[in-house]
């Protein structure tokens, strides 16, 4: 989506997509550096260079056909879904990733596995790759298998955690559903505040990032930025792996239903805003396009209540 800025040329207060603005000041060739602020042609330039990859995202959808609660409107889900696919299919994104929470907690297995089924019926309708990371959510009467099953994740991937590669990157979905115990979410078997990605898996991802040698893009549900209730308690443990690989770019999770971003060591966590959040309206629905350009800078294209952020590498 072009932001709009203004700018004063020619003594007048104009209006321009930033994009058009800069690749129009590119043209002039030379030295070129905005009113004195020491941005230089090659800023210029990366500002102007095609993406190598389109992902979009979006996260805690928590689909249910029951009232609202709070600003949960679970129901408005199914409506806000729609205009997010047209969108990642108008821009032909490589692939989508949905960063947990899909659904919420029904009264019976048959039921909740229902939700699954309409609300994966709309996102289906996406023309490219879907990836799914599980949230806690996803399986509260569920069990792992069960929901990987019912939209079509199994096909990728024999487990919840595993990594591919696009677009000369490399993209590692966790699975932090487990409890402090190691045993996995399941049942109605944890409560939310206890979740973990166990050493078994912690290990699987330091030989996954050290094989891999690619720039890396992480995707997980629980926060491995803060502590607290919606941080998985090693996460310090997983952020050394991240940070001694030396490849690893970005980390996106969701969970927390709010905008934020944060830099550890050389590593970008952002967390996305929830889809959930608040009545179908115009306006009113939360998703964003990651884009991958040359030399490891990602730049998220926010939508409605999604930040933008401009992530460059290191």
Same mark, same amino acid.
């Given at each position: 989506? &072009?932001?709009?800025?203004?700018?004063?040329?020619?003594?007048?207060?104009?209006?321009?997509?930033?994009?058009?603005?800069? $690749?129009?000041?590119?043209?002039?060739?030379?030295?070129?550096?905005?009113?004195?602020?020491?941005?230089?042609?090659?800023?210029?330039?990366?500002?102007?260079?095609?993406?190598?990859?389109?992902?979009? *995202?979006?996260?805690?959808?928590?689909?249910?056909?029951?009232?609202?609660?709070?600003?949960?409107?679970?129901?408005?889900?199914?409506?806000?879904?729609?205009?997010?696919?047209?969108?990642?299919?108008?821009?032909?994104?490589?692939?989508?990733? &949905?960063?947990?929470?899909?659904?919420?907690?029904?009264?019976?297995?048959?039921?909740?596995?229902?939700?699954?089924?309409?609300?994966?019926?709309?996102?289906?309708?996406?023309?490219?790759?879907?990836?799914?990371?599980?949230?806690?959510?996803?399986?509260?009467? *569920?069990?792992?298998?069960?929901?990987?099953?019912?939209?079509?994740?199994?096909?990728?991937?024999?487990?919840?955690?595993?990594?591919?590669?696009?677009?000369?990157?490399?993209?590692?979905?966790?699975?932090?559903?487990?409890?402090?115990?190691? !045993?996995?979410?399941?049942?109605?078997?944890?409560?939310?505040?206890?979740?973990?990605?166990?050493?078994?898996?912690?290990?699987?991802?330091?030989?996954? *990032?050290?094989?891999?040698?690619?720039?890396?893009?992480?995707?997980?549900?629980?926060?491995?930025?803060?502590?607290?209730?919606?941080?998985?308690?090693?996460?310090?443990?997983?952020?050394?792996?991240?940070?001694?690989?030396?490849?690893?770019?970005?980390?996106?999770?969701?969970?927390?239903?709010?905008?934020?971003?944060?830099?550890?060591?050389? !590593?970008?966590?952002?967390?996305?805003?929830?889809?959930?959040?608040?009545?179908?309206?115009?306006?009113?629905?939360?998703? $964003?396009? *990651?884009?991958?350009?040359?030399?490891?800078?990602?730049?998220?294209?926010?939508?409605?209540?999604?930040?933008?952020?401009?992530?460059?590498?290191?």
């Amino acid at each position: 989506m &072009e932001k709009e800025i203004s700018y004063s040329a020619g003594g007048g207060e104009q209006y321009a997509s930033r994009r058009g603005f800069l $690749s129009g000041l590119a043209l002039a060739g030379g030295s070129l550096f905005l009113g004195g602020s020491g941005v230089a042609l090659a800023a210029v330039l990366e500002e102007r260079s095609a993406p190598l990859l389109k992902i979009v *995202l979006l996260t805690d959808l928590h689909y249910a056909e029951k009232t609202a609660a709070g600003n949960r409107h679970y129901r408005d889900s199914l409506l806000k879904i729609r205009p997010a696919v047209e969108h990642f299919n108008k821009v032909k994104a490589d692939f989508a990733v &949905e960063l947990g929470d899909f659904v919420d907690e029904a009264p019976t297995l048959e039921e909740e596995l229902g939700y699954v089924s309409r609300i994966e019926a709309e996102f289906s309708r996406f023309k490219g790759d879907r990836h799914y990371v599980l949230g806690n959510h996803c399986v509260s009467r *569920l069990k792992k298998e069960e929901f990987l099953a019912s939209c079509g994740q199994r096909k990728k991937a024999k487990r919840a955690y595993y990594s591919f590669d696009r677009g000369g990157l490399h993209f590692v979905v966790l699975d932090a559903c487990f409890r402090a115990d190691g !045993v996995s979410y399941g049942r109605k078997n944890f409560k939310w505040t206890d979740t973990e990605i166990p050493p078994a898996e912690r290990k699987w991802l330091a030989d996954d *990032l050290r094989k891999s040698g690619k720039p890396t893009v992480v995707f997980t549900h629980q926060r491995l930025d803060v502590g607290g209730n919606y941080g998985v308690k090693s996460a310090a443990k997983v952020r050394k792996i991240l940070e001694e690989d030396g490849e690893v770019l970005a980390v996106f999770q969701g969970h927390n239903h709010v905008n934020d971003h944060k830099v550890i060591g050389s !590593v970008h966590y952002v967390t996305l805003a929830a889809l959930i959040e608040g009545p179908f309206s115009k306006g009113n629905n939360a998703w $964003s396009v *990651l884009e991958a350009h040359p030399g490891g800078v990602l730049k998220v294209d926010g939508f409605h209540h999604q930040g933008d952020y401009s992530l460059p590498r290191g």
